[in-house]
């Protein structure tokens, strides 16, 4: 058990499937109490059974105010305070912004970066209050790449990055130095959105989450980590080590 997480106050957006569902995992096995979110009820239902239990899960949808206002609550109802949120709920299409319609285009942008905005703004103020928390929020390098079929998830995790570090200027102008932002770069995951060979399961992912949520106050803060490294987004890409989703 890892006392760095354990009672800590945990949500975990996408947490009916892949990354979520292995972070949910991870968390509850050190300790944490976890609230995990997710559209999908039946994956949910699955994500509680192989946590044994213990874990809260609150069905809705990123996109909808008061769905994040009743997973907040349920957070909440916890301990009266939010500790961690991981912004990982994600989806993708695929095919030229021409040939599809624009509310599939439209759809991505509003579940990866408007998601990641809506939950944020919804926790963000008792963080303050309390002067500690911790957001991390699974970015891509593929919002490096501008890759063709893909712009919406490339738009979408190009402006997660970008938020990141706006929100950590923001603290820092407010003088916050124990709420700390940061972007994760998972590396290539197998997950519902990437079925390709040769991807690290979902439960690698954990430990750089960990890691993250384990930064001592006054940390560095608006980083983007791949895995447990600093990465320069925007300036570190390299095309030809990129797989899709990673």
């Given at each position: 058990?890892?006392?760095?997480?354990?009672?800590?106050?945990?949500?975990?957006?996408?947490?009916?499937?892949?990354?979520?569902?292995?972070?949910c995992?991870?968390?509850?096995a050190?300790?944490?109490?976890?609230?995990?979110?997710?559209?999908?009820?039946?994956?949910?239902?699955?994500?509680?059974?192989?946590?044994?239990?213990?874990?809260?899960?609150v069905?809705?949808d990123v996109?909808s105010?008061?769905?994040?206002?009743?997973?907040?609550?349920?957070?909440?109802?916890?301990?009266g305070?939010?500790d961690?949120?991981?912004n990982?709920?994600?989806?993708?299409?695929?095919?030229?912004?021409?040939?599809?319609?624009?509310?599939?285009w439209?759809a991505v942008?509003?579940?990866?970066?408007?998601?990641v905005?809506r939950?944020?703004?919804?926790?963000?103020?008792?963080?303050?209050?309390?002067?500690?928390?911790?957001i991390?929020?699974?970015?891509?390098r593929?919002?490096?790449?501008g890759?063709r079929?893909?712009?919406?998830?490339?738009?979408s995790?190009?402006?997660?990055?970008?938020?990141?570090?706006?929100?950590?200027?923001?603290?820092?102008?407010?003088?916050?130095?124990?709420?700390?932002?940061?972007?994760l770069?998972?590396?290539?995951?197998?997950?519902?959105?990437?079925t390709?060979?040769?991807?690290?399961?979902?439960?690698?992912?954990?430990?750089?989450?960990?890691?993250?949520?384990e930064?001592?106050?006054?940390?560095?803060?608006?980083?983007?980590?791949?895995r447990?490294?600093?990465?320069?987004?925007?300036?570190?890409?390299?095309?030809?080590?990129?797989?899709?989703?990673?």
């Amino acid at each position: 058990m890892s006392e760095g997480v354990s009672g800590k106050v945990i949500v975990i957006t996408g947490a009916g499937s892949g990354i979520g569902r292995a972070l949910c995992t991870g968390f509850v096995a050190d300790g944490a109490d976890v609230v995990g979110f997710d559209l999908d009820e039946p994956g949910l239902a699955e994500t509680t059974a192989i946590c044994g239990g213990r874990i809260r899960c609150v069905t809705g949808d990123v996109t909808s105010d008061a769905d994040v206002k009743r997973l907040t609550d349920a957070a909440m109802a916890i301990g009266g305070r939010i500790d961690v949120l991981i912004n990982n709920a994600g989806i993708a299409n695929q095919g030229d912004l021409i040939d599809r319609p624009f509310a599939d285009w439209k759809a991505v942008i509003d579940v990866n970066l408007s998601g990641v905005a809506r939950c944020t703004h919804a926790v963000l103020p008792g963080m303050l209050e309390r002067r500690h928390g911790r957001i991390i929020n699974v970015c891509s390098r593929e919002g490096e790449a501008g890759r063709r079929t893909l712009s919406a998830y490339s738009s979408s995790k190009a402006g997660v990055a970008v938020l990141t570090k706006s929100l950590a200027r923001e603290l820092r102008k407010i003088g916050q130095d124990d709420v700390l932002v940061h972007g994760l770069i998972p590396g290539g995951t197998r997950t519902q959105l990437n079925t390709s060979e040769g991807m690290q399961p979902p439960e690698a992912v954990y430990p750089h989450t960990r890691f993250i949520v384990e930064l001592p106050p006054g940390g560095p803060n608006g980083r983007i980590f791949f895995r447990s490294e600093d990465y320069e987004m925007f300036t570190s890409f390299n095309e030809n080590r990129l797989r899709p989703f990673s």
